[in-house]
């Protein structure tokens, strides 16, 4: 069955780094697109990246533009998500998720189970 397991979550200072890993199964990540949520305590889930299968297009919410880079590596099933210079609203549960299709535009199909980041001195 699809699985998609998020990591690299952690407790970090404002201006630090993050590297969260999406690993997945049951399916073949060349064709789908992947994407980036998070949610804070008491805030609605909100989209962050995603980045296309058919051309590798990525996107980014404004808040993160600038500081997140999404990548994907289909050898190894895996998309990453790079936080630099990371700020306590970035404080959420991040999840990665697939698209129906290649594209950032189709609905999402499967959700992980997240990882914590806390951005905190």
């Known amino acids: 069955q699809v699985q998609l397991v998020e990591s690299g979550g952690g407790l970090v200072q404002p201006g630090g780094s993050l590297r969260l890993s999406c690993v997945t199964s049951g399916f073949t990540l060349d064709y789908y697109a992947i994407g980036w949520f998070r949610q804070a305590p008491g805030k609605e889930r909100e989209g962050v990246s995603c980045i296309s299968s058919s051309d590798g297009s990525t996107y980014y919410a404004d808040s993160v533009k600038g500081r997140f880079t999404i990548s994907r590596d289909n050898a190894k099933n895996t998309v990453y998500l790079q936080m630099n210079r990371l700020k306590p609203e970035d404080t959420a549960v991040y999840y990665c998720?697939?698209?129906?299709?290649?594209?950032?535009?189709?609905?999402?199909?499967?959700w992980g189970q997240g990882t914590q980041v806390t951005v905190s001195s």
């Open positions: 998720a697939t698209r129906s299709g290649s594209s950032c535009l189709y609905d999402v199909d499967y």
